[in-house]
């Protein structure tokens, strides 16, 4: 249950996302707190709302069965009370029938007068003849109550009594009171005439009846109506414009349900309708309360709970609004300056603000950037660098001093009619050149490297007067491999200049090359002077002394610079016995790094 | 740029709902008072005390009242016979503005310009009982009288032989009910009844005046067997001067209208038969429909409450009893 609540309520914000297409931090947030807290507060309120209506539904249903209870005893308490009054004839008759009517005739007179509810008391014979009569004045004496349908039934029925619904009376000339009757059959046990049967009949009029029913209040439309179990309107406070069909009530839940309390619908609106049998008779009383006058019904109480839940959603909105906005600035700020930095920007730094998570992240952005601008910077030194020990090997290529003075050589050979030597140091010179250009290539073969090696010690040979000799060996597989040009020549030269040059006997250059470990390995190992062990130390270190060369760190530079720090030159020397020097590259077949200066070959 | 849209956003529904919650609190503490009591001006035929037509009119209307909460004032003329006083009655109340006035008219054709001024002082008008020459009434209730007139004549039919002589008395020359009855009794006769009709008189609707009237016809035309009373006062009128003359039976009296007095003379079959109208629904429809309109719903531009035939035999059933005898709590 909890794990469905917890999907649904991560769905929301990829709901926001995708349908509303609302993307910002800030909306988003502000739109679920809202949504959220506004379902939550309708369902409370709903809920509340419910129960304190279904209590209030309970209070007046049961304010109003009492106070039916209480119009009921009344009442029953009334026709009890008529009952008594045509039961007067028992004690009255029981002994000396014509001082028993005389007696009757005063108590019927009496009564006649003091109560304005009841309009006749009229007493007759099985047979229909009339004994008594009160009022004793205006009986029409054409009026044959054997004619009756009530008496017809009545009068067979020993000791039953009938309250007839509401009728015109006609008894009396010139008055046609509404009366409800109570009719009883009375047999009486007299004395002397022995068993005789009287029927008495009592009529009301609804003063009495009305008084009753109108004084008690449920709310301000509501009212109480009788009705008999046939359907038939005993009383109604409106029951003139019912008789004339201009109204009509709903007697049909009346008849039908069991004492009780029920909820209808009637001509659109909610009432209560309370129902309760009336004792002596066949009569149901029912109590009529319209429920928007209750207080939770009340429109007016409706209206103030929407008013305080639109209130409250505009309370919601606003401080939705209010709280996303402050928690999404800070990261609105870094946002904006992570687009500086997008433009190129790196001298920025954060604030380091806001929440937890914020503040990390601005912190650590910080350090990136930070980190970002050394590695531009280092990349930039790097670039120089490579872009100066270019441009020195870019000048060995076209080292002047060599060309006069192997040009000299073959000048002077020439004079000396030495042509082989010439013609040699021609081609050998060509050679040289054209592979040093190598078409603006940065990688060559290892075999032109070679071949470069192998020209400019021949040169050096023929212009050194064979003061040594050279040999140049490579494995065969090494030789398709591609390394960076005019890494060997200066190591020669060096190895000439500052080894073999100096020494008496014949000097030994030797070049090989070999793949060792995956690398490629050359070493030129020459029997030369030597170099001094502090020379030794740092002579990769060192930019070259010698301003026409470009030496031995400026080569183990350019390999470091352009394969990494893993290769380069190893350099060992002892004094007097030679110098060996190692060039470490990789195994390097690629195109990688080919410059395409456009040199011309 | 999106920010300001979603601002606006914001502030829209904020404003929307504040608006909501005004308009809110409007209905909730103005509901109550905006329901004023109407004020309803009712002018009848005349204020004769002994038309129980009339009285259970204005049962209707106090019935009426009570229930919508309207405030009704009763007048009339002195007699339905004074057409010019009430005019004057309906003009001075133009000035006093009421919500709506119900009216009965004295006459069918006098009445109509005083209506046109009621109507365009903008008061709502409803006529009731007697109609008149014009259609700017919001409604007009009353008892369809051709047909009552019909159900009267075609009783006269069923009691008397043909070429008996029959007279009509009716009450106000040129009063709408009358005109209209009349022409229903004529439809209703037989033809040759119709043919022995030796004329109609005009009570005014005052009860000696009838009784007079009655009197004399009998008196002089021996052979006249029936009459026909074409409302309250001229039925009682002449059914007194049949009852005084001893002339129960030998000369038919059907009538109009229900009053205590009739029901006793039908009951003692000196009126042979009434046709009973409906006023207690007249008088009570009058206020309602007047309230329905004022409340701006549509209402039946004519309403006819119908009419029923009584005689002796039925007067008692129960749909007949709450007819014949109102019912009144005290």
């Known amino acids: 249950m909890i794990r469905r609540l917890e999907k649904l309520i991560n769905k929301i914000p990829s709901i926001m996302h995708n349908t509303f297409k609302i993307k910002s931090i800030q909306s988003v947030m502000a739109l679920s707190f809202t949504f959220i807290t506004i379902l939550a507060m309708f369902f409370v309120g709903i809920t509340l709302y419910n129960i304190f209506l279904g209590t209030a539904e309970t209070n007046v249903s049961s304010s109003t069965e009492q106070i039916m209870n209480q119009v009921n005893f009344n009442l029953e308490n009334y026709l009890k009370g008529m009952m008594e009054i045509s039961g007067l004839i028992t004690d009255e008759f029981k002994n000396d029938i014509y001082s028993g009517q005389e007696n009757l005739k005063n108590i019927f007179e009496l009564t006649s007068k003091i109560r304005k509810d009841v309009v006749t008391l009229t007493v007759f014979s099985k047979k229909g003849e009339l004994i008594l009569k009160s009022p004793s004045k205006g009986y029409d004496n054409d009026f044959k109550v054997n004619q009756q349908e009530w008496f017809k039934i009545l009068k067979e029925e020993p000791d039953k009594y009938l309250f007839l619904p509401p009728h015109v009376q006609r008894m009396y000339e010139k008055k046609r009171p509404w009366v409800v009757s109570l009719c009883r059959v009375l047999t009486i046990n007299n004395y002397n005439v022995g068993k005789e049967t009287y029927v008495t009949e009592v009529d009301m009029n609804f003063s009495a009846i009305d008084e009753l029913c109108k004084s008690v209040s449920l709310g301000k439309r509501g009212y109480i109506y009788i009705i008999d179990t046939n359907g038939k309107l005993i009383y109604h406070p409106q029951q003139q414009i019912i008789y004339a069909n201009l109204k009509s009530e709903n007697t049909y839940l009346a008849l039908n349900k069991a004492d009780g309390s029920y909820f209808e619908s009637f001509q659109g609106e909610r009432r209560l309708v309370t129902i309760k049998t009336i004792g002596y008779t066949n009569w149901k009383m029912v109590g009529i309360c319209y429920i928007d006058e209750l207080v939770a019904t009340n429109n007016k109480i409706k209206y103030l709970f929407m008013f305080v839940f639109i209130f409250g959603i505009i309370f919601v909105i606003l401080a939705s609004v209010f709280i996303s906005a402050k928690i999404s600035q800070p990261i609105k700020k870094l946002q904006k300056q992570m687009e500086k930095v997008e433009k190129g920007d790196f001298n920025i730094n954060i604030e380091v603000k806001g929440e937890d998570e914020v503040k990390n992240l601005s912190k650590t952005f910080n350090i990136m950037v930070v980190r970002i601008r050394n590695l531009m910077d280092q990349i930039i030194k790097e670039q120089e660098a490579k872009r100066k020990s270019d441009i020195k090997a870019l000048q060995a290529q076209i080292n002047p001093h060599f060309l006069y003075n192997t040009l000299d050589s073959i000048v002077w050979m020439n004079e000396n009619h030495k042509y082989d030597g010439v013609t040699t140091m021609v081609v050998s010179l060509a050679k040289l050149f054209r592979i040093s250009i190598s078409r603006g290539n940065e990688l060559i073969s290892i075999q032109d490297e070679l071949e470069h090696a192998r020209s400019y010690l021949t040169i050096q040979k023929i212009r050194y007067r064979n003061k040594f000799n050279f040999t140049i060996h490579a494995e065969p597989e090494v030789l398709k491999y591609k390394t960076l040009k005019l890494i060997l020549q200066p190591i020669i030269e060096n190895a000439i200049y500052h080894g073999v040059e100096h020494i008496q006997e014949k000097g030994s250059i030797e070049v090989n090359v070999g793949i060792y470990n995956d690398k490629v390995q050359f070493r030129i190992i020459d029997n030369g002077y030597g170099i001094k062990p502090n020379t030794l130390k740092g002579i990769l270190d060192k930019e070259s002394k010698d301003d026409s060369g470009v030496g031995l760190n400026n080569v183990h530079q350019r390999i470091q610079l352009y394969f990494g720090k893993e290769y380069g030159l190893k350099v060992e020397s002892e004094l007097d016995v030679g110098t060996t020097v190692e060039i470490w590259i990789p195994l390097f077949i690629s195109e990688d790094g080919e410059q395409k200066n456009g040199g011309v070959v | ?330």
Not at chain 2, 170 to 189: C, D, F, P, W, Y
Not at chain 2, 245 to 258: I, N
Not at chain 2, 286 to 312: F, N, Y
Request: net charge neutral; hydrophobic share 40%; proline share 2%.
């Open chain 2, 1 to 330: 740029m999106k920010n300001v849209v979603r601002m606006t956003i914001v502030v829209g529904c904020i404003v929307f709902l504040i608006g909501c919650s005004v308009y809110i609190i409007n209905r909730a503490i103005f509901d109550k008072e905006t329901n004023k009591q109407t004020n309803i001006l009712v002018v009848i035929k005349a204020i004769d005390l002994r038309m129980e037509f009339w009285d259970t009119v204005i049962a209707g209307i106090d019935a009426a009242a009570k229930e919508f909460d309207a405030k009704v004032e009763v007048t009339g003329s002195r007699t339905e016979k004074d057409i010019a006083e009430q005019i004057q009655i309906l003009t001075n109340a133009i000035k006093s503005k009421p919500d709506a006035i119900i009216l009965a008219a004295d006459d069918y054709y006098a009445l109509v310009p005083v209506v046109e001024s009621i109507k365009k002082a903008n008061i709502k008008l409803i006529i009731i009982d007697s109609g008149l020459n014009s259609d700017l009434p919001d409604s007009f209730i009353a008892t369809d009288n051709v047909e009552a007139g019909k159900k009267a004549g075609e009783r006269m039919s069923q009691l008397l032989q043909n070429d008996s002589k029959i007279a009509i008395i009716s009450h106000v020359k040129g009063s709408s009910t009358a005109i209209e009855r009349e022409q229903g009794v004529r439809k209703g006769l037989s033809k040759s009844l119709n043919d022995n009709i030796i004329g109609v008189y005009y009570s005014n609707a005052v009860q000696e005046k009838a009784y007079e009237i009655a009197k004399q016809l009998i008196s002089e035309n021996s052979d006249l067997k029936g009459i026909i009373g074409m409302n309250e006062a001229s039925t009682v009128g002449a059914a007194m001067a049949i009852d005084d003359l001893g002339l129960r039976e030998k000369v038919k009296l059907v009538g109009f209208d229900s009053s205590l007095s009739e029901v006793n003379f039908i009951e003692k079959d000196t009126i042979q038969a009434t046709i009973v109208q409906k006023p207690f629904n007249m008088g009570y429809l009058s206020i309602k429909t007047a309230v329905q309109v004022l409340k701006g719903k549509k209402v039946s531009k004519k309403i006819d409450t119908g009419s029923e035939l009584i005689i002796k035999e039925n007067i008692y059933t129960e749909e007949n009893q709450k007819l014949l005898f109102p019912f009144m709590h005290n």
